[in-house]
């Protein structure tokens, strides 16, 4: 079977950048000999078909290309052995450069928002523009914030590894919000990110085993990744309480209550524990969202964020009735923020308030873009007219 180069892409670029990075040291020249790979791939792999070993293939041509550009500025003596590992390297841990790359971009030298974006970037293989509307900001932006990130990271000199255990704490809360995003951007329809966010989170926990957000972060996204198939049908948005439970990846909730389980036995009561908490109750049936309501509350009081009041406040809806859940809602400054207007917009249309309602979910619909989501809210308009 022909593997697309898309698919390739997707699946390679956070590997095949991760070990041209740790080969050179210079993310820029890493980044520019990839695409030139990835390019000559394209040009070939339809004549020539697809090598037996896509990701070595790609990695080698990478490699020579990056040798050829060094050639050809005159600095390969310089330069070439970044090309090598020294000898007194030490074999990595891990069976890819993948984490050495994500501790280098969580460098606390970078800004949290530059170490996310940049590790997004490079390991994520998100686009600019892709990594400019997560965090809401124009695209030029971002691409200056990612230009100076590199930028420091290759002035001050930052290595290119696994800091020593006496430096992993203060690097972990932005390595864990990483991981946390890169999950997020591939829940919403992209897999292979989902995928390397949780092939991340097993790492993070071999690493880290009695750290308890490592476990709660790895706990959360096997419990919300488990429901993958249910979520979408023929391409359309389902909402959790008509999907087909049959769907739901049972073995994956198995894993994800272990690691929630390890979690709480290390005496976890953080952010990423209390969000597996969660996870895992709404993966009951009944679920029982007066609990859920208090779990979200303590989150609440955790992180001071209002996206997690408004799930409070669903929550406060499902045990208590709409009108309990809306005072709540109306309550928050969330009017950017599209998942706020589409709440309003279900629980005016439960309490009868169709015209409110309808302008809520007008408003919900310019604020999201093309895809099963935008489709999920024009249905609703659709009902409510």
């Given amino acids: 079977m022909v593997v697309p180069l898309d698919q390739v892409f997707r699946e390679e670029w956070g590997r095949v950048l991760a070990t041209l990075i740790g080969f050179l040291g210079d993310f820029d020249l890493a980044e520019e000999a990839a695409q030139e790979a990835f390019a000559l791939a394209a040009d070939r792999w339809p004549r020539d078909g697809v090598p037996g070993n896509p990701r070595a293939w790609l990695i080698t041509t990478a490699r020579n290309r990056a040798t050829d550009r060094l050639r050809r500025d005159r600095v390969l003596a310089a330069k070439i052995g970044l090309l090598t590992p020294p000898p007194e390297v030490p074999v990595p841990t891990f069976p890819d450069e993948r984490l050495e790359l994500i501790f280098t971009c969580c460098h606390p030298a970078l800004a949290l928002d530059a170490q996310v974006a940049l590790t997004l970037r490079t390991l994520g293989g998100l686009t600019t523009d892709e990594i400019a ?64 966010a949780r092939w991340l989170g097993r790492a993070l926990a071999e690493l880290l085993p009695d750290d308890p957000e490592v476990h709660g972060l790895l706990a959360m996204m096997l419990l919300h990744d488990s429901r993958r198939e249910a979520r979408f049908s023929d ?143 024009e249905r609703r308009l659709t009902e409510l007219a």
């Avoid at 290119?160 to 255990?165: E, I, Q, S, T």
């Avoid at 008509?242 to 976890?268: F, K, M, P, V």
């Avoid at 992180?303 to 409070?312: A, D, F, K």
């Avoid at 589409?342 to 009868?352: A, F, H, I, V, W």
Wanted: hydrophobic letters at 45%; charged letters at 30%; proline letters at 3%.
């Fill in 133 to 196: 509307r997560a965090f809401l900001v124009p695209r030029r932006t971002m691409a200056q914030r990612l230009v100076r990130a590199k930028r420091k990271i290759k002035a001050a000199g930052i290595p290119f590894r696994v800091p020593p255990d006496h430096l992993l704490r203060e690097r972990l809360d932005a390595v864990l919000a990483v991981v946390y995003l890169i999950f997020n951007e591939g829940y919403g329809g992209r897999d292979e990110l989902s995928g390397e």
């Fill in 235 to 377: 391409g359309e948005l389902v909402l959790l309480a008509d999907q087909d439970r049959s769907l739901w990846n049972t073995e994956q909730i198995a894993a994800g209550r272990a690691e929630l389980d390890r979690a709480l036995a290390l005496h976890g009561r953080g952010p990423y524990v209390l969000q597996a908490a969660i996870a895992s109750l709404h993966a009951e049936v009944p679920c029982d969202w007066a609990e859920l309501a208090v779990l979200y509350g303590r989150l609440g009081e955790l992180t001071g964020s209002p996206v997690v009041e408004l799930n409070r406040a669903i929550a406060v809806a499902e045990a208590s009735g709409a009108e309990a859940g809306l005072r709540l809602v109306d309550g928050l400054a969330l009017d950017d923020f599209r998942y706020f207007h589409s709440t309003r917009g279900e629980l005016l249309r439960r309490l009868g308030r169709t015209g409110e309602a309808r302008a809520a979910y007008l408003r919900a619909r310019e604020l999201t873009d093309d895809g099963a989501e935008r489709r999920f809210v």
